[in-house]
Each structure stands twice: as C-alpha cells, then as structure tokens.
C-alpha cells in the first residue's frame, strides 16, 4: 500500500450528511462541518455543549470523543486529542462514521503487520513505527526505514500480559505489581529478554524493553496482529519525534507501508524507561512516569546519570547526547529578556511573558502546565523548524515530575556548540 493521499487509512472524501449540534463561535466559523456525526460529538474539556468562545478551546486543545466498538480488546468509548480545530475538520472528514472506519483501518493495519509489514501508529506517548517483533526481516525493515544505526535496541509492545511469554525471562513480583500499577501506560520495563526474542531487536543484549501503551487504537491493533510489535518513535533516527499521523507522514512517506491516524498523543513524550535488570532499579530515560510514581514500589530506585560521557558504553543508546533534534539549532538559556529584538528566532515560552518578542513564539503552555508543555512541545519544535528561522530559544522547566523529562529532550534537541553542561 502506497502512502498517496488517498490511500492512507480510511481517507476518503465522504459527504456529511448529519446535523449541526453544537453552537456558538466555532458553529459560526464552522456550520458546514461542525457536526454531530453519528457517534462522534465535538467537545473541549471541561465544557459541555454548548460551546462558548474559541480562545479557550485553543489553548487547550479539542477533545473527540467517540463510541468504538475496538476490536480485541475491551475498550469502546476513545478520545482523540488535536491541538487545533483545523485537525479536528480534518478527521471528521476521513472518519466520517468513526465506529465503522476506525475498526476497519485498524483490521487492515493489524493484517499488515501481521505479515510483516510497517505500519505507523498512534500511542499515548509518540507516534510508533511497528513491526512483527517475531519476524526479523520485518524488525530489519524499521531500521531502514529510520535510519537507525543497530546498536539501538527497540520497545517490544504488548496488549495483554500474556504476551510477554516468548518475549521476557523472570518476570518477577516487582515487575508484575509495576505493570498492574502503571500498564497500560507510559512506562516502559527492561527485564530479561526471552531467547526467542532476536538480538537485532535487542542490539545484542540480553536485556528486552517492554511496554503496554494506553491507546486503545494501539492495544487494539497489537491484539489483532495477534504479535508481540517492536516500534521505536516513528521519525528519522535521532529527529524529533512525532506526535500526530501528519508528523509521521513528513519523515515517513513512502518507507512504510501505513500510518493509522488517531489524532495528536496525550503525553507527548516518549515513556519512561525503567531498568529492573541493574544493580538498583535505575530510570533510564525520564517520562511522565517520574520518581515520586515509583519510589513507592522500588525504595532504592535512581535516576541514571543522563548524558554519556564520550566513549564510554551507554546503558541505554538511547542516551545518546544528541536526539530528539530540530534541524534549527536549538539553544537553551537562563533568561530571555536578551533575545526579544530578534526577528530570526523561534522562542518557545512556557508561560505567559511580560516581554514582547519580534520573532516567532510558540507557547507550549501559557500557564507554566508542565503536563501541556509536553503534548505541545514536538509540535511546537516542527512547527518553528519550518520557519527558516536563526535559531530556536528556550527556557528550562522547574526539573519536578513531567518537567525532568521534558528539561532532558529539550537538553539532547539542544545545539552541543554553546550548551554547557
Ligand atoms: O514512548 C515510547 O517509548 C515510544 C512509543 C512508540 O512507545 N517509543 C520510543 O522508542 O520512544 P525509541 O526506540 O525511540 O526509544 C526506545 C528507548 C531508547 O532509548 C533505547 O535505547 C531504549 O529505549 N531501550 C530499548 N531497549 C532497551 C534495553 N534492552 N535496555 C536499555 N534500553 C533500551
Ligand atoms: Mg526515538
């Protein structure tokens, strides 16, 4: 399947039929589309329709919700997140009937993956690039596809816990309570890997990372491909990564067979990774899921250092130095009132500013939510890097829960030329 336009999942230029439900601003700007559409309604958290005022929607996002009889697994009612009404628009035109298009794209994904194909999908973190974790020709075919060098190991995604069998060794009680608590969810384990597992998947360790994402798009689509699914961030090796099906298509396109769009991830972030397999239970790459979640259930816990140190082997490749990169250099400062007469930069704010700014400002979050930041903050990334600009310019965040993690991307996205350390 080519990745045309036309051909991506369920696309298609249907009529709606249905009657407009909802009111206010966005009827006014929207009456020809704004509709309820069968079982699919447009509200913004926090409100009930009727709607009133658009501002407020855009700062913080617009919520689908939709009744999906999911195949596989037991999950009906979703919601699909966007950052913008245009997006919201531009899914109700491709899944116009959301209960009959969704399970349909996700069978037709499933089969693919199913033999051996690469499919493109939504989790709660990033989008993920897929494949057969079984099949190695399959798994060889993401590190193509992405550029990705092979001594970095990939997430092996699970729907159900009995799936782990053919994939770990020694799931252990903490490992077990972990996963009762926290799946499915953002956080990745690295336990023992089962020998069936290959070592392409692995880079060779004996070590296997395992994940159950939330989405139930994911889940769904992991169940009925009936496999344990290998998937890294669906970008360009070292890039950003993404967080909607439109980010994936930019980098993507025409190297993978799929990308099943369930609008923009929640969390924005890629999971924490959690080793169980080291000396003490070590965090290897920081997500949502942060020390305070787990100290609870892993007292000697650390924070692995998170920079390596020029030639010495890494315990995750993952923290590599540079990643997660713009091709603007990005650069991080402690204050940004010297940056305000600058029309070629890009400056990222995190909350509002009593400064005024002559170039480009994104704010990931206008009321200093580090929660939002992170859902807002890979977009935000792209969305400055298509400017031309000079450069990017931002602020760490308080280093507290989701805040560590997003002040670790934004330090491996920085430029390495002027960052200290
Ligand atoms: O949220 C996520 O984790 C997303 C979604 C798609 O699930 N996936 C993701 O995959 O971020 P990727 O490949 O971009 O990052 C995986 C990270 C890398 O830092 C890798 O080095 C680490 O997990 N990793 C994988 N297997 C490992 C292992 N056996 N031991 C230590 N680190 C491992
Ligand atoms: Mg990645």
Redesign the pocket.
Known sequence: MSLSEESVFGYSKMMISSVVTTSGVLYRQHADLLHEIGDLRVYVKGQTIPLHGIDYHLEDGFRLSANIPYPAIVSSGSTFFFHTIEEVLAFIRRFPHPAVHIPKMIREAAGLLASGKLVAFP?E????LGADATNVEAVKRIFTAKERPTF????V?IAHLEQLNGVVLDWDDRAQTLAEHFWPG?L?L?VKKDPAIDDLV?AG?W???V?M?ANPIARSLIALSGKPIA???ANLFGQT?PTSAAHVHEQLAGRIDAIVDGGSCTVGI??T?L?LVSEVPAI??PGKIGMKELLPFLPDLVLSPQIGVGGAPL?????LDTHYAPKTPLFLVEDLSAYTRRKDLGILLFEESSLSFEGEVIFISRKADPLEAARTLYRAMRTLDQKGLTALIAKRLPDEGIGLAINNRLEKAASKDLVKR
């Open positions: 989790t973190t990033v989008y993920g970095d190991p990939l997430i995604h953002p990745t690295v692995t360790s070590t296997v990372a994940r994402p998937a890294p961030s990564s890629e999971s990774v080793s290897l790459r315990e995750s490749p993952g923290l």
